[in-house]
């Protein structure tokens, strides 16, 4: 299985807020992102160790901006947006860099995180689809040295019709748009991807996945 880091992944400057300096207890995290599927992309992923509970979204409701950000270009800059506390910590890559985590791939990035910002949470796009992404919000970090794992669905963010059309995916398979207008086709709601069908460009014996499509691990490397 090939190995990378996230940071090389990502080709434009990355944007991290550190813990506080008034936290003096803190922990070193790795976190290892691994594509389980077999032909699908992620963009590059966006990791944070938070103190407070977010929500990035809700089954069944409207996605929000930066969820649609997310899934039908890869920006995840607003969700990181979100994680502005002292204690927080944010790695992402600035704007929709197409540096892909291609399938059967793994990628690890390390972080600090004070023991006032025990949650972790994760996103990114998939690649070739419309609008569909995998994120995960508020896990629990690890305690002691035992690791976590954790699978990670994909979702469809209902903000673009799934016509599987190169002139609407983004990144190197398609280079098509990344955004679209809003369209009465397009779902209005977040739902959990069924995958690829072969209803357009697309290949579904190639492209299509089953869920989980990501898998975390999460393990304390050092304590401070």
């Given amino acids: 299985m090939k190995k990378s880091h996230l940071l ?4 434009s400057m990355l944007v ?4 506080s300096a008034n936290y003096h207890s803190t922990h070193e995290y790795e976190v290892t992102v691994t594509n389980i599927t077999k032909s699908i992309s992620f ?3 966006m990791v944070a160790a938070h103190k407070k509970k977010v929500d990035l979204f809700e089954l069944g409701e409207p996605a929000s901006g ?3 950000a997310t899934a039908e270009g890869g920006d995840t800059s607003k969700i990181a ?6 204690s927080d910590e944010v790695l992402t890559a600035a704007g929709p860099v197409m540096a892909l ?3 059967g791939e793994s990628s690890s990035v390390t972080f600090t995180s004070s023991l006032h910002a025990p949650k972790f949470s994760i ?5 070739p689809t419309n609008d569909a992404f995998v994120a995960k919000e508020s896990i629990k970090l690890p305690r002691g040295v035992k690791e976590k794992t954790v699978y990670v669905r994909a979702y469809d963010a209902g903000t673009e019709e799934n016509d599987e059309s190169c002139l609407n995916i983004p990144g190197p398979t398609c280079n098509g748009s990344a955004f679209s207008a809003q369209a009465e086709t397009d779902e209005g709601f977040v739902y959990i991807h069924n995958g690829i069908h072969g209803v357009g460009d697309l290949e579904a014996s190639k492209y299509t996945w089953n869920n989980p499509v990501m898998k975390v691990t999460i393990k304390r490397v050092n304590n401070q």
């Fill in 8 to 11: 090389a992944l990502a080709t």
């Fill in 66 to 68: 930066a969820i649609e």
């Fill in 81 to 86: 947006a979100m994680f502005t506390g002292a």
């Fill in 43 to 45: 963009t590059p992923v």
């Fill in 16 to 19: 991290s807020t550190t813990a």
């Fill in 101 to 103: 985590l291609r399938a």
């Fill in 123 to 127: 996103a990114s796009m998939l690649l």
